[in-house]
Antibody
Framework: EVQLVQSGAEVKKPGESLKISCKGSGYSFTSYWIGWVRQMPGKGLEWMGIIYPDDSDTRYRPSFQGQVTISADKSISTAYLQWSSLKASDTAMYYC??????????????WGQGTLVTVSS | QSALTQPRSVSGSPGQSVTISCTGTSSDVGGYNYVSWYQHHPGKAPKLMIYDVTERPSGVPDRFSGSKSGNTASLTISGLQAEDEADYYCCSYAGRYTGVFGTGTKVTVL
């Protein structure tokens, strides 16, 4: 059974750093692109970026380039989303999701349960 | 890359059909046959309902169907059921291995 299990909720202060995780199981982790999706409070889904764990090829939506870093450790089947200096506007639910396996990657077929990040002074 | 445009809400009675539109540009929806649709119940993970404009993943009822014309894609839910009440998002491939979601549509079953 394909599963993506995300790390737990985080409460941080502005300026702090953070790295959240997404562990895949039940499939060949290195063979599928993994993406991150943001949902700010009361708002819609936003496509942030994706990574191919086998070679760490990473692509970002322009509005997220330079704002976050997506990485992966294929030895432990885990993808990451990190911030070096959080802002209050980073408060959101973050989902990881696996692409179907087509080329180019174009549809997320399995999703994590979401990680709620709250940034507040 | 701006978000794709969807109506804020649509509604229908049980058994009726509703259609949700998703309008983009020639750089996303109109440029590729790679539109997907997701159902999102609050507090749960989104669920893939349609991919590649018209394809249904295994397990998705055939009441859900997709189409596309030009820069606008559509999701139709036929035989509306109470459990279909949720938020729905379209998503399109936008080139260079990136994607863009729609603004989201709340479906209400009257």
């Amino acid at each position: 059974e394909v599963q993506l299990v995300q790390s737990g909720a985080e409460v941080k202060k502005p300026g702090e750093s953070l790295k959240i995780s997404c562990k895949g199981s039940g499939y060949s982790f290195t063979s599928y692109w993994i993406g991150w999706v943001r949902q700010m409070p009361g708002k819609g889904l936003e496509w942030m970026g994706i990574i191919y764990p086998d070679d760490s090829d990473t692509r970002y939506r322009p509005s997220f380039q330079g704002q976050v870093t997506i990485s992966a450790d294929k030895s432990i089947s885990t993808a990451y989303l990190q911030w070096s200096s959080l802002k209050a506007s980073d408060t959101a639910m973050y989902y990881c999701a696996r692409h179907r396996g087509d080329e180019p990657p174009r549809a997320f077929d399995y999703w994590g349960q979401g990680t709620l990040v709250t940034v507040s002074s | 890359q701006s978000a794709l445009t969807q109506p804020r809400s649509v509604s229908g009675s049980p058994g009726q059909s509703v259609t949700i539109s998703c309008t983009g540009t020639s750089s996303d929806v109109g440029g590729y046959n790679y539109v997907s649709w997701y159902q999102h119940h609050p507090g749960k993970a989104p669920k893939l309902m349609i991919y590649d404009v018209t394809e249904r993943p295994s397990g998705v009822p055939d009441r859900f169907s997709g189409s596309k014309s030009g820069n606008t894609a559509s999701l139709t839910i036929s035989g509306l059921q109470a459990e279909d009440e949720a938020d729905y998002y379209c998503c399109s491939y936008a080139g260079r291995y990136t994607g863009v979601f729609g603004t989201g549509t709340k479906v209400t079953v009257l």
